[in-house]
């Protein structure tokens, strides 16, 4: 794919890559398009993981494009069917996405980064919410950050905007991994090819599992699961993927998966 977005099919894996310079901001065509991308992802069943990085050493992403703003595109415009970045609020996103974290992380990008399901970092990328200094709320960050990171840390950062650097993120758990800059896309690809070779129906049914019991007590969202009232559990107990496992323990041998 041309413009903002660059795309490469590895296998079951896709890499995706956010190129607009200067800072890799993200306007809301570009939006749109990403919420494309991850949908064509999310909807094919050739792919089970995805990478996403930024374009360049300095920035992943810093959230919305202000200049974009300034000439005209509105902050509560049409961002497409997956919300700002394509993915926070793309439904039934059920394949694990990897974020590759670059350089500067911030805002918006933050939010995107938080949408993904593991984040590696390289160790010059540096984090923030600095919509405080600007008058604005970092709304999803708002929601997501209190739960990732411990309370009283998350709230620091949203109240004052303070930037932390990746060994820091790391301590905090907000960063799975910190690697040196020329190591970063390595290690993804290294995580994602490992991802990818495992049973994609059980990667669907803990990525519905872990979303649907977020808000729920325990007890209900296990009689969910033990109940096979979630589509991707259901899916999978009647698959021949839960056969092939149990087939290939039995008989010593590596499953073959299919995702059927």
């Not at 896709?14 to 570009?30: F, G, K, M, S």
Request: hydrophobic letters at 45%; a negative charge; glycine letters at 8%.
């Amino acid at each position: 794919m041309t413009g903002p977005l660059h795309t490469t099919r590895r296998g079951h894996v896709l890499e995706v890559r956010l190129d607009r310079p200067p800072a890799n901001a993200i306007d809301l065509a570009t939006s749109r398009l990403m919420g494309d991308l991850f949908a064509d992802f999310r909807d094919d069943p050739d792919l089970r993981v995805a990478i996403l990085t930024g374009t360049g050493e300095k920035f992943f992403c810093p959230g919305w494009d202000l200049k974009a703003a300034a000439a005209g595109d509105a902050v509560d415009g049409d961002y497409g069917r997956g919300g700002f970045g394509g993915l926070q609020e793309l439904p039934q996103m059920n394949k694990p996405v990897i974020c590759a974290i670059n350089g500067i992380c911030c805002g918006g990008g933050l939010e995107l980064a938080l949408s993904c399901d593991i984040l590696l970092a390289a160790e010059h990328a540096t984090f923030a919410l600095p919509e405080i200094r600007s008058g604005t709320v970092a709304d999803a960050a708002s929601i997501k950050l209190p739960k990732r990171i411990p309370y009283h840390v998350a709230m620091e950062m949203l109240l004052t905007g303070r930037w932390v650097d990746a060994a820091e993120a790391a301590r905090w758990g907000l960063v799975n991994r910190v690697l040196p800059a020329d190591a970063l896309m390595d290690a993804a690809r290294e995580m994602a090819d490992a991802i990818a070779a495992g049973p994609p129906l059980v990667m669907a049914a803990i990525k519905e599992v872990v979303r649907e019991a977020e808000d729920m007590k325990f007890q209900d969202a296990l009689n969910r699961v033990t109940r096979s009232q979630l589509p991707t559990v259901e899916r999978l107990y009647r698959s021949e993927d839960q056969k092939e496992g149990a087939r290939a323990f039995a008989e010593k041998r590596d499953p073959v998966w299919k995702g059927r």
